[in-house]
RNA sequence: GGCCCCAUGGUCAAGAGGUUAAGACACUGCCCUUUCAAGGCGGCGACACGGGUUCGAGUCCCGUUGGGGCUACCA
């Protein structure tokens, strides 16, 4: 019927339109993920648009905040307000005069009428029905106006409002890909306003209007929006303009089901990015949210998940978002890392904490590689790494009561004094050196490994846990470990930290 | 209140009428091991409830309960 309805070709196209009032959620990360992966999969287009039409909470200044959260989970676009696209623009405030014509064509066609009732009549309207116990719906009494009395209100300086005219007694089918069939009575619904007095749409209404102007041909949206479905279909259809398919994914919800608390800023990608979560762990996590590849396997790839993903094995049901399962997988992408490309990553973290130059040598950079190497299959991300090496950067040793504890125990002393002793006698420091030395002591003192190693470890890390001891006393270093050792085995009391994190002892893992 | 969605262990989830109801996270036992991890092998633990339909129901239907959404001149 109308030109701009017809699919300009046969691509998908989906699209994702947030408001610019803040971070990107992320359910509306998950939304857009599946989105991206359903065109991307099928060679379509992905749109980005911004629904920035509440003028009070909207500010431009998100729209660059949002970019960047979606480009660092590594998802593009093909049309947005940049780079812009043939369905422009793609902001609502800029497409008013779209929502208006659009609006006219459906007063036109007898399919919306003006409503010229006030904000307090319809406040009345809707006092009386609750205190009568009834469900409140608009009383439809601007829908058959006679000319004369609309000549009359509009010459009283009236502003209109257009609401859309529900037929009667209809059933509206959604056939949605995710969940089926889905039924809607129209008895249930009341005449809602479609555009305010002031030109701007609502939000049911500019919906429309942008996915038919803009050619979506599938929506893929939050479960929130299926209540919205029935009336954007009424509008499609008064409109004599083709549906697009819809689809509704289940709900991203925080523990216990609750929503994402936003207090401490779980619900926003961010938070995730500063603790140094991987953009492909995100990705990988998110995808597993609502849909299995099937089988057993959980750790895959971008190029699998695109591979694989199917929007017909995506489930309906609202599901948890857990941080601890994300750490996991968080830390099979870690390993999965090569050793430098992962210390490329950690070194941002270790400078900000001021463990190491945010330029560093190439004796530092070794030594980050270095260490970094032990700690690969230690971490579950990447944060993790300032509390897992600090004794290796800081000369200032503070020790955990139970590392005190170990090294106080009788007996223990002596053996500290002697390891000391043997190590201060080494030509060379190297990992093969110090393993020989550490042989040669076991002998010497007629010890098992964990009555010596264990010392030495309290005594050169203040903990009671590390990679392997020779790894660990060699990025230490000699000075370093030498004078460990000499304070450890003086007597005088050593430094107790407070409990920063130290991975190593179950019980003190800092709370994130 | 009305309309709608959802429902398999604490969590993510396989399952498309006939299975001893997968697998993963978490928890836990053992192995490996100088500690911590990682890894390997085990364990605990579920079809919300009640009615139907059927020879047979986690799977289909109805109801109940619980959770969520819409019912705005929010999106």
């Known amino acids: 019927m109308n030109p701009v309805s017809a699919q300009a070709d046969g691509r998908v196209r989906v699209r994702m339109a947030p408001s610019p009032t803040g971070p990107i ?34 500010d431009p200044k998100w729209e660059r905040v949002i970019y960047d959260e979606l480009r660092w989970l590594g998802l593009d676009w093909d049309e947005a307000p940049e780079p812009g696209g043939p369905y422009g623009p793609y902001r609502q405030t800029e497409r008013l ?95 809602p306003i479609i555009m305010r007095p002031s030109g701007v749409p609502l939000y049911n209404f500019a919906v429309v209007v942008d996915d038919l102007t803009m050619k979506v041909t599938h929506v893929l949206r939050g479960e929130g929006h299926i209540s919205n479905t029935p009336l954007q279909v009424l509008i499609y259809q008064a409109l004599g303009e083709r549906l697009p398919l819809f689809g509704h994914l289940g709900h991203i919800t925080g523990g216990g089901g609750s929503k994402m608390s936003k207090r401490r800023g779980e619900g926003y990608i961010g938070f995730y990015r500063e603790m140094g979560i991987l953009p492909d762990a995100m990705f990988n996590y998110l995808a597993l949210l609502g849909w299995t590849p099937g089988g057993d396997r959980e750790i895959l790839t971008r190029r699998e998940i695109l591979a694989e993903f199917d929007i017909g094995r995506v489930t309906p049901a609202p599901s948890q978002f857990d941080l601890e399962k994300l750490l996991w997988v968080n830390g099979h992408h870690i390993r999965r890392l090569s050793v430098d490309e992962l210390a490329r990553r950690c070194a941002p973290f270790l400078a900000s904490a001021g463990l190491v130059p945010a330029e560093p040598t190439p004796a530092e950079l070794e030594k980050i590689v270095g260490v970094v190497a032990l700690e690969q299959i230690r971490i579950e991300y990447l944060q993790a790494i300032v509390d897992a090496t600090r004794f290796f950067f800081q000369e200032t040793l503070s ?27 080494l030509d060379t420091w190297t990992v093969e050196s110090l393993e020989r030395a550490g042989a040669a002591l076991l002998e010497q003192l007629g010890q098992p490994p964990r009555a010596v190693y264990q010392p030495i470890r309290a005594s050169v890390t203040g903990r009671t846990a590390s990679p392997p001891l020779f790894d660990t006393l060699y990025w230490i270093g000699r000075d370093w470990s030498l004078e460990r050792l000499s304070a450890a085995c003086a007597g005088r009391p050593l430094p107790v930290g407070a409990p920063s994190g130290e991975k190593a002892d179950k019980g003190q893992e800092q709370q994130e």
């Open 399 to 425: 020790y955990t009561p139970q590392a005190v504890k170990m090294i106080e125990e009788p007996g223990v002393r002596a053996v500290l004094a002697t390891a000391a002793e043997r190590l201060r006698g």
């Open 97 to 191: 005069h779209l929502y208006r014509d659009w609006a006219r064509r459906l007063v036109d066609a007898g399919a919306a009428y003006e409503c010229f009732c006030s904000v307090e009549e319809l406040e009345a309207e809707r006092a009386e029905a609750q205190s009568g116990g009834r469900s409140y719906q608009y009383s439809r009494k601007c829908r058959n106006l006679s000319p004369e009395r609309r000549a009359d209100l509009l010459a009283g300086g009236r502003q209109p409002s257009v609401r859309f005219a529900i037929p009667d007694g209809q059933t509206v089918v959604v056939d949605d890909i995710i969940r089926g069939r889905v039924e809607f009575p129209t008895s249930a619904m009341g005449d």
């Open 25 to 58: 959620h992320l359910g509306n990360v998950h939304t857009s993920l599946f989105n991206w992966l359903f065109a991307r999969q099928r060679q379509g287009v992905f749109v980005l648009r911004f629904e920035d039409t509440d003028a009070a909470r909207s």
